[in-house]
């Protein structure tokens, strides 16, 4: 009886070991609401910490989005567009190169119908979805559901079969959330030296120290006006929270005249911080803020704060206008979290030196060094607004602003910058530089520092860290480090990184799916899982399957922080047949090429649906990235692998199996 109690309980373990391999981190619920011949369709989705769902709105050339597919849509009407609870977070993805929204912990759809009739009816169809932590993803999803009106029962609740992952993960948004934050307040601080604003500091100490108030009473009212000037400031954000909310959020991001504003609105700023013209606000304005001031009191210091930030915006607006728009992409805390940062720096001094006035002493002199950090600012907003023309210029494929085109304004905008700091450049508000001073010098070998790293972009160079900011490799008509691996490709027989010496031998024929399906940097294979092992049988390989997806953020990553690892190219390029196995491509296959699913009974007539089934009834998994290697027979060589950006631990993972290969042979 023990042994037996023993054999299940390591039956049961090994048997939860393989299921717990296909992850589910989204379950959908389904409901139906119904008022005569209309009705309300919800769709819930409850998803596991840590994973998200994408939104059901994306732009071109993402990842999968949620969508709701009905068997037969001409049994009713659409009654409004689907609405969305809660909004989907925004997040800028730097591997896609635009703003994707996505859901966590829970999403619910509503959609509003009215029947054509007044039959019973039953409204068939699914819901497709995919979702992703920060390891890996699941495939494209379908959940099925069926929604029984016009009947006493008109509630149906379904769960999914399966769970998908695409997206961007919560930490990342908080992360990402902490770093504007942190940025903002640099900006702050950036704006506080500049001529419209540092001068006022003496004169706005001056005012709570001559107001006739006592030591407590003044120093009481400098703290309220140092809050008077967040609050202003934190206000603005709210309000182009407000304005510009999630579901204006995918026109902002992806549309060209959103983009073509921001790039105008920089450049326009960028121009006014270089002594072109000045931007002010009405003169009526001011001076209507200003006469509140004598007021007094808390009344008087919340108008003494608003006068400040009238007064100073023709300083302070490019860089507020920076921010906001920077943030305007859909967020609601964005843009206060932007502005609460930026108004904490900007009031600080105001504040402390008002609480302290015998620090005043110790402050720099005005002078032409203020103007100088405009300029200095200036060619900032010029380097930074050319991404706003970029993101149009990718979307509509005008071709205007490609890689080399923008990595050729960089550089030539940080090197003006760094003869500028050297006083090799003068603007009309500038005053002679007589010495370079220490920290000019400083801020002048970093642009220079910078510009030699933007060089090597111009021949192909990766530049991983501002990848995010440059439009794609594939726009770049000049890869040098394309054309050193093709010439490589044509040589002759050389030892590899991993000791072994090949031929460079060319893939046995023409791959299937090749004229939309690509691998990375250069590398051939095949997109066809029977086709790259009779290739791999003929050249006597083992083969490297990689089940990847369009939508996959993590399988870029790899591709750009791993697979470009010299030592990982060589041993791909030479030692192994690559098939890339796409689990989320639309594309539909021959009749003679679908098959029948062993795991849910399904007709597979795609690609995308072939190979994900294919994972999921062979290796018990449907997250990508997932590295399977194999022999000739089919068999595993070593433990597959997923997501991990440790080059030196893929290398040895890659090594292990072209050992055990060679064992076998």
């Given at each position: 009886?023990?042994?037996?109690?023993?054999?299940?309980?390591?039956?049961?373990?090994?048997?939860?070991?393989?299921?717990?391999?296909?992850?589910?981190?989204?379950?959908?619920?389904?409901?139906?609401?119904?008022?005569?011949?209309?009705?309300?369709?919800?769709?819930?989705?409850?998803?596991?910490?840590?994973?998200?769902?994408?939104?059901?709105?994306?732009?071109?050339?993402?990842?999968?989005?949620?969508?709701?597919?009905?068997?037969?849509?001409?049994?009713?009407?659409?009654?409004?567009?689907?609405?969305?609870?809660?909004?989907?977070?925004?997040?800028?993805?730097?591997?896609?190169?635009?703003?994707?929204?996505?859901?966590?912990?829970?999403?619910?759809?509503?959609?509003?119908?009215?029947?054509?009739?007044?039959?019973?009816?039953?409204?068939?169809?699914?819901?497709?979805?995919?979702?992703?932590?920060?390891?890996?993803?699941?495939?494209?999803?379908?959940?099925?559901?069926?929604?029984?009106?016009?009947?006493?029962?008109?509630?149906?609740?379904?769960?999914?079969?399966?769970?998908?992952?695409?997206?961007?993960?919560?930490?990342?948004?908080?992360?990402?959330?902490?770093?504007?934050?942190?940025?903002?307040?640099?900006?702050?601080?950036?704006?506080?030296?500049?001529?419209?604003?540092?001068?006022?500091?003496?004169?706005?100490?001056?005012?709570f120290?001559n107001?006739?108030?006592?030591?407590l009473?003044?120093?009481?009212?400098?703290?309220?006006?140092?809050?008077?000037?967040?609050?202003?400031?934190?206000?603005?954000?709210?309000?182009?929270?407000?304005?510009?909310?999630?579901?204006?959020?995918?026109?902002?991001?992806?549309?060209?005249?959103?983009?073509?504003?921001?790039?105008?609105?920089?450049?326009?700023?960028a121009?006014?911080?270089?002594?072109?013209?000045?931007?002010?606000?009405?003169?009526?304005?001011?001076n209507?803020?200003d006469?509140?001031?004598?007021?007094?009191?808390?009344?008087?210091?919340?108008?003494?704060?608003?006068?400040?930030?009238?007064v100073?915006?023709?300083?302070?607006?490019?860089?507020?206008?920076?921010?906001?728009?920077?943030?305007?992409?859909?967020?609601?805390?964005?843009?206060?979290?932007?502005?609460?940062?930026?108004?904490?720096?900007?009031?600080?001094?105001?504040?402390?030196?008002?609480?302290?006035?015998?620090?005043?002493?110790?402050?720099?002199?005005?002078?032409?060094?203020?103007?100088?950090?405009?300029?200095?600012?200036?060619?900032?907003?010029?380097?930074?607004?050319?991404?706003?023309?970029?993101?149009?210029?990718?979307?509509?494929?005008?071709?205007?602003?490609?890689?080399?085109?923008?990595?050729?304004?960089?550089?030539?905008?940080?090197?003006?910058?760094?003869?500028?700091?050297?006083?090799?450049?003068?603007?009309?508000?500038d005053?002679?530089?007589?010495?370079?001073?220490?920290?000019?010098?400083?801020?002048?070998?970093?642009s220079?520092?910078?510009?030699?790293?933007?060089?090597?972009?111009?021949?192909?160079?990766?530049?991983?860290?501002?990848?995010?900011?440059?439009?794609?490799?594939?726009?770049?008509?000049?890869?040098?480090?394309?054309?050193?691996?093709?010439?490589?490709?044509?040589?002759?027989?050389?030892?590899?990184?991993?000791?072994?010496?090949?031929?460079?031998?060319?893939?046995?024929?023409?791959?299937?799916?090749?004229?939309?399906?690509?691998?990375?940097h250069?590398?051939?294979?095949?997109?066809?899982?029977?086709?790259?092992?009779?290739c791999?049988?003929?050249?006597?390989?083992?083969?490297f399957i990689d089940?990847?997806?369009?939508?996959?953020?993590?399988?870029?990553?790899?591709?750009?922080?791993?697979?470009?690892?010299?030592?990982?190219?060589?041993?791909?390029?030479?030692?192994?047949?690559?098939?890339?196995?796409?689990?989320?491509?639309?594309?539909?296959?021959?009749?003679?090429?679908?098959?029948?699913?062993?795991?849910?009974?399904?007709?597979?007539?795609?690609?995308?649906?072939?190979?994900?089934?294919?994972?999921i009834?062979?290796?018990?998994?449907?997250?990508?990235?997932?590295?399977?290697?194999?022999?000739?027979?089919?068999?595993?060589?070593?433990?597959?692998?997923?997501?991990?950006?440790?080059?030196?631990?893929?290398?040895?993972?890659?090594?292990?199996?072209?050992?055990?290969?060679?064992?076998?042979?």
């Amino acid at each position: 009886m023990k042994r037996a109690t023993l054999l299940l309980s390591i039956l049961f373990f090994i048997s939860f070991q393989l299921f717990a391999q296909i992850l589910e981190p989204v379950k959908w619920t389904f409901e139906s609401k119904q008022d005569g011949n209309e009705a309300t369709l919800i769709f819930k989705a409850v998803i596991e910490e840590g994973w998200h769902l994408y939104d059901t709105q994306l732009p071109e050339g993402g990842p999968i989005k949620t969508s709701i597919h009905f068997a037969d849509s001409t049994l009713f009407e659409l009654a409004g567009e689907l609405t969305k609870d809660p909004q989907p977070t925004e997040v800028f993805d730097k591997t896609f190169n635009m703003k994707l929204g996505y859901f966590s912990k829970q999403a619910v759809l509503t959609q509003k119908i009215k029947l054509k009739n007044t039959d019973k009816v039953d409204i068939k169809g699914f819901v497709e979805f995919m979702s992703c932590n920060d390891e890996s993803c699941t495939p494209p999803t379908e959940s099925e559901f069926s929604f029984n009106l016009n009947s006493s029962d008109s509630k149906t609740e379904v769960s999914s079969t399966l769970a998908h992952e695409d997206g961007v993960d919560a930490t990342k948004g908080s992360g990402n959330l902490l770093l504007f934050l942190f940025f903002s307040f640099l900006a702050g601080l950036a704006a506080i030296l500049t001529p419209c604003v540092f001068p006022m500091i003496p004169m706005t100490v001056s005012f709570f120290m001559n107001s006739g108030e006592s030591k407590l009473k003044s120093r009481l009212y400098a703290a309220f006006y140092g809050f008077s000037i967040i609050g202003i400031y934190t206000i603005v954000g709210t309000l182009v929270a407000v304005i510009f909310g999630p579901g204006a959020a995918n026109w902002l991001s992806t549309h060209w005249i959103p983009n073509l504003i921001f790039f105008a609105v920089f450049m326009l700023f960028a121009f006014s911080f270089f002594g072109m013209f000045e931007i002010v606000l009405p003169s009526w304005l001011v001076n209507k803020s200003d006469k509140q001031v004598d007021k007094g009191g808390f009344m008087g210091s919340f108008f003494m704060a608003l006068t400040l930030v009238l007064v100073s915006f023709s300083c302070t607006g490019p860089i507020v206008g920076a921010i906001l728009v920077e943030s305007a992409g859909g967020q609601i805390l964005k843009p206060i979290v932007g502005m609460f940062g930026f108004s904490l720096a900007f009031a600080l001094p105001f504040t402390l030196f008002a609480l302290f006035p015998g620090w005043l002493n110790n402050l720099p002199k005005s002078g032409g060094w203020l103007n100088s950090v405009k300029v200095v600012l200036g060619f900032l907003e010029l380097a930074l607004g050319l991404k706003f023309l970029s993101v149009a210029d990718q979307t509509y494929h005008w071709g205007i602003l490609d890689r080399e085109v923008y990595l050729a304004l960089w550089i030539v905008i940080f090197t003006l910058l760094g003869f500028y700091l050297l006083g090799k450049l003068k603007f009309a508000h500038d005053s002679d530089v007589k010495h370079v001073s220490v920290p000019r010098l400083l801020l002048a070998i970093i642009s220079f520092s910078f510009v030699v790293y933007l060089a090597p972009g111009m021949f192909g160079a990766p530049l991983k860290a501002i990848s995010g900011y440059l439009p794609p490799q594939a726009t770049h008509d000049f890869d040098l480090h394309q054309i050193i691996r093709d010439e490589i490709k044509l040589g002759t027989p050389h030892q590899t990184a991993s000791g072994l010496t090949v031929n460079n031998e060319e893939i046995c024929d023409k791959p299937k799916f090749s004229e939309f399906l690509h691998l990375p940097h250069g590398l051939e294979g095949y997109f066809d899982f029977e086709q790259g092992m009779a290739c791999a049988r003929k050249q006597n390989k083992p083969v490297f399957i990689d089940f990847t997806g369009h939508g996959c953020v993590n399988c870029r990553e790899m591709e750009a922080n791993v697979w470009s690892d010299p030592r990982v190219l060589d041993r791909l390029r030479n030692n192994f047949v690559v098939v890339a196995l796409y689990v989320d491509d639309k594309s539909t296959l021959p009749e003679s090429e679908w098959i029948t699913s062993t795991y849910d009974g399904k007709v597979k007539k795609t690609l995308g649906k072939k190979y994900a089934d294919f994972q999921i009834s062979r290796y018990g998994v449907n997250a990508q990235p997932y590295y399977v290697l194999l022999d000739g027979k089919e068999q595993k060589l070593v433990e597959p692998r997923a997501y991990d950006l440790n080059a030196d631990r893929f290398v040895e993972f890659l090594d292990q199996a072209l050992a055990e290969f060679n064992k076998r042979k």
